[in-house]
């Protein structure tokens, strides 16, 4: 079985651009969320999705980013307007319907943003 | 709010060395407690979990025991391999949402 894809696995932007990544979760899953790895700190929880709905968004940032997991196609993470800060590792997690077994979640590789 | 506290690294052993990460966190309610590894050029991978007060969890001979009296999951190995380095991150999940609060990560380096 295919694990959690993403891509792209690396994407430069120059400041002002905007950066679009993508999460295909494994098959049978349902359950999408997107957590930000910035240098040097943990992976920060974003935003929590299921088709067509944003679950719980409360560590988005309140302006330029927003999420997406349409009914069919890959959940998308955008970034308008890219500022060096954003330069990050951003993963996707995804779990199966109905929701985490006692909270376990599967990961992808990543997408590692450097905004110049 | 929740927190996970993972002591500094990075560390490295020798092969066959006896390993401890500490992990402790801060968190309301009960949490789930688990350990997540994430082997190079890989996605992180759940490595074990507890899910209450005094359970142990258990992996490929690593082990971790949810001690509530003082809030920390420590992981442990008798004897590593080279084939265990990687970057460890200790994590908590409270509420129906499942979200996860992970630690900073510590990279493990075990020389042959």
């Known amino acids: 079985n295919a694990g959690v894809m993403q891509n792209p696995r690396h994407l430069v932007r120059r400041r002002g651009q905007e950066a679009r990544l993508r999460c295909s979760p494994m098959?049978?899953?349902?359950?999408v969320y997107w957590y930000r790895q910035l240098p040097e700190e943990g992976l920060k929880f974003m935003v929590y999705l299921q088709k067509e709905n944003i679950i719980d968004e409360s560590g988005m940032p309140k302006e330029r980013f927003s999420a997406e997991f349409p009914k069919e196609g890959p959940s998308i993470l955008r970034i308008q307007q890219v500022v060096r800060g954003d330069s990050a590792a951003y993963f996707c997690?995804?779990?199966?319907?109905?929701?985490?077994?006692?909270?376990?979640?599967?990961f992808g590789e990543g997408s590692r943003l450097t905004v110049l | 709010g929740d927190s996970v506290t993972q002591m500094e690294g990075p560390v490295t052993l020798s092969e066959e060395a006896f390993l401890t990460i500490n992990c402790t966190y801060t968190a309301t309610g009960y949490p789930s407690l688990f350990w997540y590894v994430q082997y190079p050029g890989e996605g992180l991978q759940l490595l074990l979990k507890a899910t209450k007060a005094d359970d142990k969890g258990s992996n490929k001979g690593f082990e971790a025991t949810y001690r509530k009296e003082t809030t920390s999951f420590h992981l442990e190995k008798g004897s590593v391999q080279v084939s265990d380095s990687a970057v460890y991150f200790c994590?908590?999940?409270?509420?129906?949402?499942?979200?996860?609060?992970f630690g900073k990560g510590i990279t493990l380096s075990v020389r042959p």
């Open positions: 994590a908590l999940s409270t509420g129906a949402n499942s979200k996860l609060t």
């Open positions: 997690a995804s779990s199966p319907v109905g929701g985490p077994v006692a909270g376990e979640l599967f």
């Open positions: 098959k049978g899953h349902s359950h």
